[in-house]
């Protein structure tokens, strides 16, 4: 493996990059995630690949002809608040590095092959994760997108016609899906199994259940100084309990469960609140404990709210079922992977993935790469510059067997 990836990584890397936090601030179509997007353009119309942007904002840059049994591979570029540097842009570089690899091999694919960059795959900005690839495959209606907003109120449909693109067309693309042979999505692993195992390379067999809900808490505003207990209606009390509640519930049934968005008006130190908006994300082994966690957390937000005179609301946001990958892919991938030796070990994840949405639709399937710390979503997420190669050229491996190369 040459150097490609490190050039390629170090063009990329600074953009949207918090000096303070270290961390990534790409959201979707603002300054720093066009920037991103053109960077990406760039990079592949310098490699020889045709570039475009499909009716939902995804950009594609293709090797060869695009055509139907198209191999493709990629991720996306978008962040959360201060999201790490490889969550999403590993398979995006991995996959322009791959296919820089496949040519220095001198092979020629007998399919075309793809590299994707999805939009809004972490939600931050609209709310709803894997937005561009739900559009595509239908998972969501063109009509729900274009109506959701961001914290300033403006709507998907508002941003992307700012960055050029006609919101009319939006909606599932059979087309482009007819084109897709098989989609192999490169990651950083966001958690630790491989870290345990000792490997630098895994591929996943499943994606959790998982959802967001939002949870509406209104009460009255009043003086923090002179109204009694007993005459509060405080919505941030019914608010510690859902808290309290989902932590509890994600214990009990082995789930996950985090509030880490909340927004608090009019968020004065010494008023009481008159609104409480918080967003709960849930995920589980399995659909019912999924279930029971959201029903416990939903029943502690009611007892509470009735008991503080608090009227709550709550709204589901997105929810993404259990996805199991294609086993003949899965398994090709990681026998492929581990580049003649064992095959790479398999994991579940409870992260969501454009290949997750994808896999409804097409064969799909995804690489993780070793992450020593586990940490993600975060600015200290990181994995070694060998693990990186050691992805890629995985990468480049499956690439070639897929496409016949
Ligand atoms: C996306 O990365 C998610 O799983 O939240
Ligand atoms: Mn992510
Ligand atoms: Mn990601
Ligand atoms: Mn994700």
């Known amino acids: 493996m040459s150097d490609d ?40 119309r310098d490699r020889g690949l045709a570039v475009e942007t499909d009716r939902n904002g995804n950009l594609w840059a293709w090797w060869g002809e695009p055509g139907p049994g198209a191999v493709v591979t990629g991720s996306h570029l978008d962040s959360v608040p201060d999201g790490g540097a490889y969550d999403g842009p590993l398979g995006v570089v991995g996959g322009l590095a791959a296919i820089g690899e496949l040519r220095r091999r001198g092979l020629r694919p007998r399919r075309p092959v793809a590299v994707a960059v999805f939009a809004e795959e972490e939600g931050a900005r609209f709310g709803v994760p894997c937005l561009g690839s739900r559009l595509s495959t239908g998972a969501i209606t063109p009509e729900r997108a274009a109506g959701l907003t961001d914290g300033d109120g403006v709507t998907w449909s508002r941003a992307m016609e700012r960055a050029g693109l006609d919101p009319e067309r939006m909606g599932a693309d059979r087309e482009l899906l ?27 067999s499943a994606v959790w259940p998982h959802g967001r809900w939002r949870l509406d808490f209104t009460g ?3 003086h923090a100084g002179t109204t009694r207990l007993a005459d509060r209606s405080d919505p941030m009390l019914p608010f510690a309990a859902a808290v309290l509640e989902a932590r509890r519930a994600a214990e009990v049934h082995g789930a996950l469960a985090t509030v880490g968005k909340v927004r608090v008006s009019p968020n004065g130190t010494n008023a009481v609140p008159s609104r409480v908006r918080a967003w709960l994300d849930a995920r589980a082994g399995d659909e019912a404990a999924l279930r029971a966690v959201v029903d416990a957390v939903d029943a502690a937000a009611r007892d509470s709210a009735a008991d503080h005179g608090v009227t709550v609301t709550g709204f589901l946001e997105s929810a993404s079922p259990l996805v199991e990958f294609d086993h003949g892919l ?13 095959p790479v070990p398999l994991l579940t994840t409870g992260a969501g993935h454009d290949a997750g949405v994808l896999a409804t639709a097409v064969p799909a399937a995804m690489l993780f790469v070793r992450n020593p710390t586990g940490i993600s979503h975060a600015p200290a997420e990181s994995a070694t510059a060998a693990d990186c190669r050691a992805g890629v050229a995985a990468l480049a491996d499956v690439l070639a067997d897929l496409s016949d190369a």
């Open 5 to 44: 990836f490190a050039q390629l990584w170090d063009g990329l890397a600074p953009l949207g990059r918090n000096r303070t936090t270290g961390g990534y601030r790409r959201y979707s179509w603002g300054a720093a995630d066009t920037e991103a997007r053109a960077w990406f353009a760039a990079a592949a």
């Open 178 to 204: 007819g084109r897709i042979g098989a989609f192999v999505e490169l990651h950083i692993e966001q958690g630790r199994a491989l870290a345990c195992t000792g490997d630098p390379v895994g591929a996943a």
């Open 220 to 222: 009255q505003a009043d």
């Open 330 to 342: 899965r398994d090709r991938i990681a026998e492929c992977a581990g580049g003649g030796r064992a």
